[in-house]
């Protein structure tokens, strides 16, 4: 006979207790039992602890708000919680677990993007990726994947387990988050009519070349444009055709510079360009920009001309003094009549 009781010690205290007994017949019908007690209060007290941690973990397991998923190296789910089991799309663990999961939940296992270790816990997790998962209807989420590997004696895996975040909205929220920064810093650095830099974007650059060609010695000129006869053409055509020459004039510019060069919209119809070059080859692209400007017709107008001057930076300039310089070559041009070049 093999029981378990509680029984009453001589102090009044109770103790639970193992009985492993034997019956023995005797005389007279009469039988004796011998029987063992063993103490197993604290086992008893053990037992308890553990089902009322299990109860308290399935009840977390159940309650949590996250993606839990237990799957096999073969590429089948053993185990989830409802959170997973609804970021999915599904109704039960077991029409989950009939999934294999290569091909019914992976969009495509080769784009796993590794996240930033520093932001894995590796007491937890061996990996943490984001990737692309497929509901039951059809729709594409994005998750981010807290995984672990539960490894056998030899080192083989024998499941996976992970924590699963829906990072969808997350990710459209910073793409918009993108967008609107990128909205920002065009609206901020660009020319609204000809997509050029506008001067207070080439300003701030220009002071930061000159900081450069200071402390290394580098070249750098200015060349400066001003439209010689735009105001006849914005009389003439009227505003949206002026517009549509500044247009014009912009991209022919920026499409016969080099990459280096950074050219802005400086004011109504005036144009920069700042150039790592010396005065020779500043000279050379502002005779070039002349001839370009001279083969342009807007729309049966004819040419716009410019004149143009060009200034180096010297050691000690500051944005004013080599602004001026190229001001009053430019200047020089326009009592000539416009539409040429001076430095």
């Not at 207070?200 to 010695?217: I, P």
């Amino acid at each position: 006979i093999k029981a378990e009781r509680t029984r009453r010690r001589k102090d009044g205290s109770w103790v639970e207790v193992q009985i492993n007994a034997v019956c023995f017949p005797v005389e007279d019908d009469q039988k004796v039992v011998y029987a063992i007690y063993q103490d197993i209060t604290a086992q008893k007290v053990a037992e308890r602890a553990l089902k009322d941690s299990e109860a308290k973990y399935r009840e977390l397991f159940d309650s949590m708000p996250v993606g839990f998923y237990t799957s096999t190296s073969e590429g089948y789910f053993l185990d989830a919680n409802p959170a997973f089991i609804r970021m999915l799309g599904y109704d039960s663990l077991e029409e989950l677990r009939s999934l294999f999961i290569p091909t019914s939940v992976y969009i495509d296992k080769g784009e796993r993007e590794r996240v930033d270790r520093d932001l894995c816990d590796e007491k937890f997790a061996d990996c943490c990726e984001t990737y692309r998962l497929k509901r039951k209807d059809g729709q594409t989420i994005w998750v981010e994947d807290y995984a672990r590997y539960i490894k056998g004696p030899s080192g083989e895996i024998l499941f996976n387990q992970g924590l699963c975040l829906e990072i969808t909205d997350r990710l459209k929220a910073e793409e918009e988050l993108k967008r609107l920064n990128k909205e920002l810093y065009t609206a901020a650095t660009t020319d609204m009519t000809t997509g050029l830099f506008n001067r207070k974007f080439f300003d701030e650059g220009l002071r930061r070349e000159m900081d450069r060609a200071s402390r290394y010695g580098s070249p750098l000129s200015l060349v400066m444009i001003d439209l010689d006869n735009f105001k006849a053409l914005n009389d003439t055509k009227g505003h949206m055709a002026g517009d549509s020459a500044l247009q014009e004039i912009a991209q022919a510019i920026k499409r016969n510079v080099r990459s280096s060069d950074t050219v802005a919209r400086w004011g109504g119809d005036e144009f920069v360009i700042s150039t790592p070059a010396d005065t020779d080859q500043a000279l050379s692209l502002a005779g070039k920009l002349r001839g370009l400007l001279l083969g342009l017709d807007h729309g049966g107008f004819g040419p716009v001309t410019g004149s143009i001057g060009v200034s180096t930076y010297r050691y000690g300039d500051d944005l004013d003094s080599v602004m001026k310089r190229a001001d009053l070559a430019l200047y020089k041009v326009k009592q000539r009549g416009g539409n040429g070049v001076s430095s």
